[in-house]
C-alpha cells in the first residue's frame, strides 16, 4: 500500500499512516484502512493492531481538495458513505484496534479514530471536528460517535465553535482513555497493545462482539447475549488452557483454539 502499511511485532501490527504532509485521509487512504483489515485479518501473527501517523500529525482530516472534485449531492453522499462502511468495519473488527494519536486528530482524523476500539493520546494533540467551519457537517460518523464519547452536549460544543480540545481535556471528556507526554506515546501504547495480544484471540473477538452488542441492543438482551457467549467460549482450548495456567500459577499460551 502506498500511505497505510504496518510491521508485526510480539503479536502487534504497528500501521503507520504516512501521507505527507498531513496525512490527510483522501479517497485512496480510507481504501487502503479496508485493506489493511484485510490484510491483518489474515495474519496469523496479528493479534491486535496499533495505529499512528508518521510526521507531525496523526491525520488533520479529510482531503479538502479532493471534496473540489465533486459536485452533485449523489456524489457527495456516496463518497460519505464509503467512509463509514470503512469506519463501521473498523469499530467491529476481530481484533482489538488501539488509535495512538499526537499532533492532531481533526475532521476525518477523528472520526477515524473515533472508530478504533479505545484512544491513547499525546498530551498536547489536539482533537476536534472543524467541518462547520467549512460549511459542512462531519461525513464519516462523527456526529453519532462523538456524543456516545462525550455526551450530546459537549459534542454539541465541539461541532458548533469548531475548537479542537486537547489530549487532556480529551481523557476528561471520555473521549481517550489516556494522556501520555508525546515522546514516550508510541511506546506506552505498544506496551498495552503487547500486553493484550497476549491475550486469547476467541476471547478479544467474542468481547468485541458483545461491547458492539450492547450499542444497539438492551441491557436485558445484553446479559442474554453474554451467558450464551460465556458457553461458547467455556469449552475453547484457550479456556482450558487459560483456566489451568492460572492453577499451576503460570502465564498462558494462548493459540486461538
Known amino acids: 500500500?502506498?500511505?497505510?502499511?504496518?510491521?508485526?511485532?510480539?503479536?502487534?501490527?504497528?500501521?503507520?499512516?504516512?501521507?505527507?504532509?498531513?496525512?490527510?485521509?483522501?479517497?485512496a487512504l480510507i481504501e487502503e484502512v479496508d485493506q489493511l483489515l484485510d490484510a491483518?485479518?489474515?495474519?496469523?501473527?496479528?493479534?491486535?493492531?496499533?495505529?499512528?501517523?508518521?510526521?507531525?500529525?496523526?491525520?488533520?482530516g479529510a482531503d479538502i481538495k479532493e471534496f473540489t472534485e465533486v459536485s452533485s449531492e449523489k456524489e457527495f453522499a456516496k463518497l460519505s458513505t464509503h467512509g463509514q462502511d470503512v469506519f463501521e468495519r473498523l469499530e467491529k473488527f476481530s481484533k482489538p484496534v488501539i488509535a495512538a494519536i499526537h499532533g492532531a486528530a481533526l475532521g476525518g482524523g477523528l472520526e477515524l479514530a473515533m472508530s478504533c476500539h479505545f484512544r491513547y493520546v499525546s498530551e498536547t494533540?489536539?482533537?476536534?471536528?472543524?467541518?462547520?467551519?467549512?460549511?459542512?457537517?462531519?461525513?464519516?460518523?462523527g456526529t453519532q460517535r462523538l456524543p456516545r464519547y462525550v455526551g450530546v452536549a459537549k459534542a454539541a460544543e465541539m461541532m458548533f465553535t469548531s475548537d479542537p480540545?486537547?489530549?487532556?481535556?480529551?481523557?476528561k471528556w471520555g473521549l481517550a482513555n489516556l494522556a501520555i507526554p508525546e515522546e514516550s506515546l508510541l511506546q506506552e501504547s505498544l506496551k498495552t497493545a503487547k500486553k493484550i495480544a497476549k491475550k486469547s484471540p476467541i476471547a478479544?473477538?467474542?468481547?468485541?462482539?458483545?461491547?458492539?452488542?450492547?450499542?444497539t441492543n438492551s441491557f436485558?438482551?445484553?446479559?442474554?447475549?453474554?451467558?450464551?457467549?460465556?458457553?461458547?467460549v467455556f469449552v475453547t482450548e484457550d479456556a482450558k488452557e487459560g483456566i489451568t495456567a492460572f492453577i499451576e500459577k503460570r502465564q498462558p499460551v494462548f493459540k486461538g483454539q
Open 204 to 215: 478479544l473477538k467474542t468481547a468485541i462482539e458483545m461491547l458492539q452488542f450492547s450499542k
Open 125 to 141: 494533540a489536539k482533537l476536534g471536528l472543524p467541518e462547520l467551519q467549512l460549511g459542512l457537517i462531519p461525513g464519516f460518523g
Open 220 to 232: 436485558y438482551d445484553g446479559i442474554s447475549a453474554e451467558a450464551e457467549r460465556f458457553g461458547t
Open 1 to 27: 500500500m502506498e500511505y497505510l502499511n504496518y510491521i508485526v511485532e510480539e503479536g502487534v501490527a504497528i500501521a503507520t499512516i504516512n501521507r505527507p504532509p498531513a496525512n490527510a485521509l483522501s479517497r
Open 165 to 171: 480540545i486537547s489530549g487532556v481535556d480529551a481523557v
Open 40 to 60: 491483518v485479518e489474515k495474519d496469523v501473527d496479528v493479534r491486535v493492531v496499533l495505529l499512528h501517523g508518521e510526521g507531525r500529525f496523526f491525520s488533520a
